[in-house]
């Protein structure tokens, strides 16, 4: 085979290597779970021979895949064990358009969400159930709720679940919500249910303008 001919298959097989490294991150993204590095690397190397030092490459394109294709990115959220999210590449501010499939897990998720940040600080893990108790979105002692909030939505990164002083636990936005979830979607949310305009609340409306304006300019660079 001539030189052209092993340049053409080199790049058919790079080719097909992008692809399924899309197809892979997207069946895996479906738990919520983060991907770890290794893991990409490993199902490329295996199914397609891919060198490591092409792997970056590989993923890097699979990205711009991701984002012009899907309309979704992939957001580094470990430096250190090297794991990705998938998250939309410019999330809508006007609609909650969470990929999260189970309504009534989705609804608990936002409710959570919602407190802490109208909140303005870190929840302690008690008047978290005593709000959503009351909220009716969980029974008193719903241990299958509490286990949704400290370990399912912790592990897939909508929140964090951190110890403080005297054994007390809190809960705090985790950094896939911070990517996921516009606050200016929840704020207007709440400015309907309370009749009010949105800069009722000076300070959440502040955060949130604040962080809609730098997504727009990122989005413009």
Not at 16 to 24: G, H, I, P, S, T
Not at 73 to 89: C, E, G, R
Not at 113 to 135: Q, R
Not at 192 to 220: K, L, M, R
Request: charged letters at 25%; glycine letters at 4%; aromatic letters at 10%.
């Amino acid at each position: 085979m001539n030189r052209s001919g092993n340049s053409f298959t080199e790049n058919q097989s790079s080719n097909l290597a992008v692809n399924e490294c899309v197809r892979y991150i997207l069946c895996q993204e479906g738990s919520k779970i983060p991907i770890k590095h290794c893991d990409i690397r490993k199902h490329l190397e295996d199914n397609f021979g891919a060198p490591r030092n092409l792997i970056k490459n590989i993923i890097t394109n699979a990205n711009n895949i991701l984002k012009n294709v899907y309309g979704y990115k992939l957001v580094q959220v470990d430096a250190k064990q090297s794991q990705y999210i998938v998250v939309l590449n410019k999330p809508c501010t006007k609609s909650m358009l969470s990929t999260y499939n189970n309504p009534q897990h989705r609804k608990l998720l936002i409710a959570a969400l919602t407190h802490i940040y109208m909140t303005g600080a870190p929840v302690k893990e008690d008047d978290m159930w005593k709000f959503l108790t009351e909220a009716q979105l969980m029974k008193e002692f719903d241990v299958e709720k509490k286990k949704l909030l400290i370990k399912t939505f912790t592990r897939q990164m909508y929140l964090k679940y951190i110890k403080g002083r005297n054994d007390t636990f809190f809960f705090e936005w985790g950094q896939r919500a911070e990517e996921e979830i516009p606050k200016i979607f929840l704020l207007s949310k709440m400015s309907e249910a309370f009749n009010v305009g949105p800069d009722y609340w000076a300070e959440q409306y502040i955060q949130a303008t604040s962080n809609e304006n730098n997504g727009n300019d990122e989005d413009d660079e």
